[in-house]
């Protein structure tokens, strides 16, 4: 792998490397920058199986050194990514104040089912001064409660922070000057070692599409994916140990600059992140390509940030050098992955309020009910059906539970469908019941019908499926495969 040498993965790759050349970026570049959209896109739900409590996000510095690099990278991605996998953009976030409102804005967009529950920060977190731009140390100690996967929402008009209430995950995308980046280590910012930084490159010759158009189709299908499965994501035999020496060699850093220790210690976490986001893209378990994938992008950041932190180079390439020849030594068996292991919320704990991973709260009650509605427009999830009125409200649809409220069922929107009032009443008197992969069965004469419509965001807990099939047929394996 030479030092400029970008291994692209996956319907991201296809994407950067179809869309770079029309668009005046390097393919690079538009590659890192997808990663780090996408990442925050599922945070929400994804996890990996060996940090199962911290989000995926990838967070990436760009340093514009001179000013001529072109159009924005979040602007560009609004336009590729924002159907695929919608975002809340956040821009110029310098303060915890502002933070506080993104937060804020982005679980109001959320549980009135109009916005993803995550969002990205663009832009710049500087603010100029007289010696130069800094970051606010309010910002920093949210930022690094966030990294971590413990971030709490901010209250409003006040410094401080609600003790268990977590706030929606968030990456960062920060288009940086050359003179903004000294900000981060001027300021000895925590900021700096949770970041991968970039120096923009200039753009390149346009690259060969082998199947144009490919990648909005696959990263269309994985994003409903990611929201209906929920995935805790494992590791290949081979991917474990390179992720594994990769953790070992940072560990064991020899001659690296002791003043950027931090910023080395976390190249292991940054790789597993990249892998894992690589991974959701395809559906599947973290393999070695997606681990080379990142580390190819893990090595051109930390070459960019020795250039940028004028560090001595000779060390970092020594390290990088050493690095790669032990990947290329991990044995070529692949080896099978352990299934993708689902996250399934405790709800036999929630009680009237529950929580849900990775930030906000699990809607409840009306603002579980106001939710479906507005993802489905009151069309029923079984026939399709919207019942049109003469009144204000125009349409009317209800809330179907599964688990029956009489059964303890909660109400939360795993539990619920949005039906028209014909088949809410025959899937409350058990005439329709779901299959596993959430096919309709009409259990008078036996039939098996189409998969109900799911809402990308719509995550149905399996559990409820199952105990309303055991309550109606007396045997929660029935309808459990379709015909």
């Not at 992955?337 to 529950?354: D, K, M």
Request: with cysteine.
């Amino acid at each position: 792998m030479t030092e400029n040498e970008t291994l692209f993965r996956g319907p991201l790759g296809d994407m950067a490397q179809t869309e770079a050349g029309p668009a005046g970026v390097h393919p690079a570049d538009l590659y890192m920058a997808a990663v780090s959209w996408w990442s925050a896109a599922v945070a929400p739900v994804a996890s990996i199986a060996s940090w199962p409590d911290a989000p995926v996000t990838v967070w990436a510095s760009v340093v514009r050194r001179d000013g001529s690099e072109g159009d924005s990278l979040h602007g560009l991605l609004r336009r590729l990514l924002s159907e695929s996998a919608p975002l809340a953009l956040h821009h110029d976030v310098t303060n915890r104040r502002l933070l506080g409102a993104a937060c804020h804005a982005t679980l109001r967009a959320e549980r009135a089912g109009v916005g993803a529950p995550g969002f990205l920060l663009t832009g710049s977190p500087f603010t100029a001064g007289r010696g130069g731009s800094s970051i606010s140390m309010s910002l920093e100690g949210p930022i690094r409660q966030a990294w971590g996967g413990r971030n709490r929402l901010p209250t409003r008009g006040v410094g401080r922070y609600r003790a268990g209430r977590p706030g929606p995950p968030f990456g960062s995308l920060w288009e940086v000057s050359a003179r903004e980046w000294r900000g981060f280590l001027a300021t000895d910012a925590a900021t700096y070692s949770r970041l991968l930084h970039f120096s923009r490159r200039s753009a390149a010759a346009r690259c060969t599409d082998p199947e144009p158009g490919s990648w909005r189709h696959e990263l269309a299908a994985a994003y409903g994916w990611a929201f209906n499965t929920r995935p805790e994501l494992t590791y290949t035999p081979r991917a474990g140990r390179q992720w594994h020496m990769i953790r070992t060699a940072v560990d064991h850093g020899g001659d690296l600059p002791e003043q950027h220790a931090d910023f080395f210690v976390r190249i292991g976490d940054h790789v597993s992140r990249i892998a894992g986001t690589l991974a959701t893209t395809e559906r599947t378990a973290i393999h070695s390509a997606h681990v080379e994938s990142a580390w190819s992008l893990t090595r051109r950041a930390v070459l960019d940030t020795a250039d940028l932190a004028a560090m001595d180079r000779s060390a970092v390439e020594q390290f990088i050098k050493g690095l790669d020849e032990m990947l290329c030594d991990v044995e070529p068996e692949e080896g099978r992955a352990a299934p993708i292991r689902p996250i399934r919320p405790a709800y036999s704990s929630l009680g009237p309020r529950g929580s849900g991973r990775h930030g906000g709260k699990t809607a409840t009650g009306s603002s579980a009910v106001r939710k479906l509605k507005e993802w489905y427009q009151d069309q029923c999830q079984m026939c399709a059906a919207v019942l049109v009125l003469p009144s204000p409200r125009h349409r009317y649809s209800e809330a179907a539970h599964i688990r029956a409220r009489e059964d303890d069922g909660p109400d939360v929107v795993e539990n619920l469908l949005c039906l028209c009032p014909n088949c809410h009443v025959l899937f409350d008197a058990g005439a329709r019941i779901l299959t596993d992969d959430l096919r309709v069965v009409d259990t008078v004469t036996g039939r098996f019908g189409e998969r109900i419509r799911l809402h990308r965001w719509h995550f149905i807990e399996l559990e409820f499926v199952r105990h309303h099939r055991r309550r109606w047929t007396g045997d929660e394996r029935r309808g459990a495969l379709s015909d």
